[in-house]
T-cell receptor, first 115, second 116 residues
Framework: GQQLNQSPQSMFIQEGEDVSMNCTSSSIFNTWLWYKQDPGEGPVLLIA?????ELTSNGRLTAQFGITRKDSFLNISASIPSDVGIYFC???????????????FGQGTILTVHP | DTEVTQTPKHLVMGMTNKKSLKCEQHMGHRAMYWYKQKAKKPPELMFV???????INESVPSRFSPECPNSSLLNLHLHALQPEDSALYLC???????????????FGPGTRLLVL
């Protein structure tokens, strides 16, 4: 099936440091989505990528859709304590060129920021 | 506005109770989803509704019964749940795929369910 391998599983960083996480797959994706989830809350969409090679920023966040369409990365610059949470990549499941409205998720990156 | 609302925020129920979770969106989305999420794990898809019709049931036990009364509302009826059903239940919405729209799902804040 279409699985997403997300790494690292967890990160412990100092406030002000930059963060990088990525997702890879053996399958091609047409869309990459990056979500952040705070404890006890639902995932919040950070960045959506729709085109191979696309580089998109949202404040201190930057994400890229890999040119092979099999990977994506998310960077956070100058981290702050409120960046703490779990970050998930996600992409739509495709079968025979048809998407069914199902998302597959990476296993998540747990980010801890020390003040 | 990309808001999906869910009620209640927290729910405690016994194994013999019947309860319902509610979800609402006013973004004009015609696809709505129920997910179950365990701690520190990614969400797991349960059901998909497209144009108010059930299009995907991920082999969910019948003690979970979804309902889509109209294009803005999605319910999940719960009956005779087990303690292992305790989890965060998330609702999401998007434009349905056959509109040619992009596959971006927006999530609600979730209902934290505890089954005793």
């Amino acid at each position: 099936g279409q699985q997403l391998n997300q790494s690292p599983q967890s990160m412990f960083i100092q406030e002000g440091e930059d963060v990088s996480m990525n997702c890879t797959s053996s399958s091609i994706f047409n869309t990459w989505l990056w979500y952040k989830q705070d404890p006890g809350e639902g995932p919040v969409l950070l960045i959506a990528l729709y085109k191979a090679g696309e580089l998109t920023s949202n404040g201190r966040l930057t994400a890229q859709f890999g040119i092979t369409r099999k990977d994506s990365f998310l960077n956070i610059s100058a981290s702050i304590p409120s960046d703490v949470g779990i970050y998930f990549c996600a992409g739509p499941v495709n079968a025979g060129g048809t998407s069914y409205g199902k998302l597959t998720f990476g296993q998540g990156t747990i980010l801890t920021v020390h003040p | 506005d990309t808001e999906v609302t869910q009620t209640p925020k927290h729910l405690v129920m016994g194994m013999t109770n019947k309860k319902s979770l509610k979800c609402e969106q006013h973004m004009g989305h015609r696809a709505m989803y129920w997910y179950k999420q365990k701690a520190k794990k990614p969400p797991e898809l349960m059901f998909v509704y497209s144009y108010e019709k059930l299009s995907i049931n991920e082999s969910v036990p019948s003690r979970f019964s979804p309902e889509c009364p109209n294009s803005s509302l999605l319910n999940l009826h719960l009956h005779a749940l087990q303690p292992e059903d305790s989890a965060l239940y998330l609702c999401a919405s998007s434009q349905p795929l056959r509109t040619g729209s992009r596959e971006t799902q927006y999530f609600g804040p979730g209902t934290r369910l505890l089954v005793l």
